[in-house]
């Protein structure tokens, strides 16, 4: 009986699904808490009850990506793996990525003071839209549609003066339907996919009260998924799509502790299901 | 189960796991459960929102 071990800091819905199918599937499976576990250079696979693979869910990405190098340290097969993790946690290495592997993406601009924002947001003209490099739900998000309104916000930028927030992330307003799509896909295979249709803003996150529709899986749309999983390493993933008037998909996020209570109330495949045996199969096979 | 914040009732539910975040209805202070022996928990304050958090 294959040994699944899920590593958590806050038990969401998602990990509460993922439990209880891992179970119903027959697994041997655990919840770990990452809060309350001790790793050191010593330490050894033996030592813990890391079982034969790990799905890790953190709610803290920087959490989440260290707890996974110690877990690939113990060589503990986990998903998703410290490269992507990486990969998909920063929205700059990601957009590099996207564009270095011809995975259609919105121009994105990179300073690293906010003298050079201004210059880029001057010369490439409003709007643009600022985005922190890491986070998620739509936090700090915001569109620039003036001179005023950037100044506002590199100013509070030098205020707060994190590490990160020297690194200026901007990025063309798509124009686009108000909606984007969530694509989930596992391995190579997309499994669900939703339009999230903006509640006012320009936002579409659901964590901001977008609402799930189904979304038709074109051989398009999968082209375009199995491109940018493939630039970020693979895995298990929540992949964000504008539609281009223009050019039709773009990918803007890649997406690595995937979120998925609004998909799962409109997908036809069970997304808990796919997950757990993608990542038993690969681990035990 | 008492809140730990303002001593009102906690009502947890008997499915409720250890990491899942409980809000007490009075004060709106939310904890986390950090144990659960039968219907005997341990909570402790739950983590704010950090920078960091999603996806």
């Known amino acids: ?73 113990l060589d503990v097969p986990v998903f998703n793996r410290l490269e992507v993790a990486n990969n998909c946690g920063n929205k700059m290495f990601t957009s590099l990525l996207l564009k270095k592997h011809n995975v259609p993406t919105p121009k994105t601009y990179f300073s690293f003071s906010s003298e050079s924002a201004v210059e880029t947001l001057d010369r490439q003209g409003y709007p643009l839209v600022i985005k922190p490099i890491i986070g998620s739900w739509g936090r700090g998000v915001i569109l620039l549609k003036d001179r005023e309104t950037a100044d506002a916000i590199l100013e509070v930028r030098e205020i707060t003066d ?12 798509v124009k686009r339907p108000p909606r984007d799509i969530r694509v989930i896909s596992v391995g190579d295979q997309v499994i669900a996919a939703m339009y999230r249709t903006s ?12 609402e799930p529709v189904p979304c038709e899986i074109t051989k398009e ?41 609004g998909l799962a109330k409109v997908a036809k495949r069970n997304i808990p299901k796919e997950i757990v045996e993608y990542a038993v199969n690969l681990a035990v096979r | 189960m008492k809140c730990p914040e303002c001593d009102a009732n906690l009502k947890i539910p008997d499915d409720a796991s250890v990491g899942e975040i409980i809000s007490c209805p009075d004060c709106g202070a939310d904890f986390e459960i950090a144990s659960k022996n039968g219907s005997v928990c341990e909570l402790k304050h739950a983590e704010k929102v950090g920078e960091d958090w999603g996806e």
């Open chain 1, 1 to 73: 009986m294959p040994k699944f071990r899920i590593v958590f800091d806050r038990v969401r819905l998602e990990e509460k699904m993922l439990e209880e199918k891992a179970i119903e599937l027959g697994h041997d499976t655990k919840m770990i808490d990452a809060k309350t576990t001790n790793i050191s250079t010593e330490s050894k696979k033996s030592d813990f009850d890391f079982g034969d693979v790990v799905l890790e869910r953190c709610v803290s990405y920087f959490r989440g990506l260290h707890f996974t190098a110690c877990l690939e340290f």
């Open chain 1, 162 to 173: 994190g590490p990160l927030d020297r690194i200026f992330y901007l990025q063309e307003a």
């Open chain 1, 221 to 261: 749309l999968e082209d375009v998924c199995m491109k940018a999983s493939k630039a970020v390493g693979g895995g298990i993933l929540g992949i964000d799509i504008m539609e281009d008037e223009k050019r039709g998909f773009v990918v803007h996020e890649v997406n690595n502790t995937v979120e998925f209570k």
């Open chain 1, 199 to 210: 509640t006012g803003g320009f936002k579409t996150n659901i964590a901001l009260g977008a």
